[in-house]
């Protein structure tokens, strides 16, 4: 909090709750007043301004000049109360007196203009989000408040202040490209039952034929 030049701070304040409407944001006030809520420290807060020119139609020659009459009528009227000290009949003389005036300024500024505005429109400001904003002292007891009202729109954010999603950032080796894989153990392979010689047991020895005996002898 930055203290101002006469010395005196402002409260820090936070958002309480965000509506897409104007209508929203007022009727969640409404509510905090009806709760006794103390709304001296309540704002709200328009994001995101906007020019908007809505056009209504084109201009030509005779709706310049309805326009500048329909002004001119009004202006004469207000003026013939005024100068005929509330006479009727002098209104509406001057009613007729200001709708004509009106009609040649009309028919004279759109003939000025040389066809580079042949349209009639009506400006505004517009908002896209309305921020409803507290004292930070008491943003927790307007939190709660906020939440037992239901919005119409069902839109009504309540976050103390809008979180942006964390970046993700891309993911780089920090090893070299010629680094090897680990090798994988290589399976031993299977021994052929058939060369291993069995076991001789221990004492016995192999068993020899019997000698023929030679022939001739007696």
Do not use: C, K
């Not at 420290?41 to 056009?55: C, G, M, S, T, Y």
């Not at 500048?68 to 001057?94: E, K, M, N, Q, R």
């Not at 066809?115 to 505004?124: E, P």
Request: a negative charge; hydrophobic letters at 35%; proline letters at 11%.
């Amino acid at each position: 909090m930055e203290p101002e030049p006469g010395g005196v701070r402002q409260p820090r304040r936070v958002v309480v709750a965000s509506y897409e409407s104007y209508p929203e944001a007022q009727r969640a006030v409404d509510h905090l007043s009806d709760e006794r809520f103390p709304v001296e420290r309540v704002a709200i807060v328009a994001e995101d301004l906007r020019l908007v020119e809505q056009v209504t139609g084109r201009m030509g020659y005779g709706r310049a000049a309805l326009q500048g009459a329909g002004l001119g009528a009004v202006i004469g009227f207000v003026l013939g109360l005024f100068f005929g000290l509330f006479s009727f009949y002098v209104a509406i003389l001057w009613l007729i007196y200001g709708a004509i005036v009106g009609a040649i300024i009309g028919l004279v500024g759109h003939s000025l203009s040389g066809g580079q505005r042949d349209f009639s429109s009506v400006g505004g400001i517009q908002a896209g989000r309305y921020n409803v904003m507290t004292d930070e002292e008491v943003a927790d007891e307007a939190s709660q408040l906020l939440a037992e009202l239901q919005p119409p729109s069902g839109e009504a954010r309540r976050e103390t202040m809008p979180e942006r999603p964390p970046r993700e950032e891309p993911v780089t080796r920090e090893g070299p490209l010629s680094e090897e894989r680990p090798q994988r153990p290589e399976a031993t392979p299977p021994t052929d039952a058939s060369q291993e010689a069995p076991p001789s047991s221990r004492g016995e020895q192999p068993r020899r034929p019997p000698e023929e005996p030679p022939r001739g002898a007696s």
